[in-house]
């Protein structure tokens, strides 16, 4: 497969498709629905929660964290997470301004 050529899109676009990314695997939708539920900093109980190995939720906290959707800590051995209130309004206004292009939205078919 050959490599993506971003530069051909805008940086609107590119930065759409890294926020897409991000609930490309549900591992990461798992951690943000449990982030979202506790609605408070959380530490290590992911492990627990999801049944997933440590280093597999590690990755996906710091993918998660990579694109700022999640903000946390780490003091020694300990880690808080939580949702990152600002970029989650980001990302919800942007998804809605994709959806609200599509003439469907009034309840007419198009095909």
Not at 23 to 50: G, M, T, W
Request: hydrophobic share 35%; proline share 3%; net charge negative.
């Amino acid at each position: 497969m050959g490599l993506t050529k971003t530069d051909l899109y805008s940086a609107e676009q590119n930065a759409f498709a890294q926020m897409g990314k991000v609930f490309s695997h549900p591992a990461r939708v798992a951690i943000l629905q449990y982030l979202l539920k506790a609605n408070a900093c959380i530490n290590s109980d992911l492990v627990q929660e999801l049944g997933l190995a440590q280093a597999t939720i590690s990755q996906h906290l710091k993918e998660l964290k990579q694109v700022g959707i999640i903000q946390g800590t780490i003091e020694g051995t300990s880690m808080n997470y939580c949702i990152n209130p600002s970029k989650w309004k980001e990302f919800q206004e942007s998804f809605n301004q994709l959806f609200e292009q599509h003439p469907c939205c009034g309840g007419e078919d198009c095909c």
